[in-house]
């Protein structure tokens, strides 16, 4: 019988043309049957008051554009939620110390 593995390690490579990412605004999260979709944004040009047609409502009409469209598996979610708490609780760590050094 074969001993299982106790750990996973995966090695990221990125390729050359993504090491400088995309700059993206904000995020928006909807999900399918098999996945979870996060489409992050950009402006794409200055927002603007617009009024609906129908109501007369004024509104703030963001023209964006989607910069990169990621779909994860719902397994991989709680994952991916974990990680980004570790990172912004470091970065507010980070952070904290450097506003307190500052005074």
Request: proline letters at 8%.
């Amino acid at each position: 019988m074969t001993e299982q593995p106790q750990e996973h390690r995966v090695e990221i490579t990125v390729p050359p043309d993504h090491e400088v990412g995309a700059h993206a605004s904000f995020a928006s999260v909807w999900r399918t049957q098999d996945s979870f979709v996060i489409d992050f944004s950009t402006e794409v040009r200055p927002s603007e008051v617009a009024e609906d047609p129908d109501s007369g409502t004024r509104y703030l009409h963001v023209p964006a554009r989607v910069v990169a469209r990621v779909r994860i598996p719902p397994t991989q979610v709680w994952e991916l939620m974990k990680s980004l708490e570790q990172n912004l609780s470091a970065y507010e760590r980070e952070n904290a110390k450097s506003a307190h050094d500052d005074q």
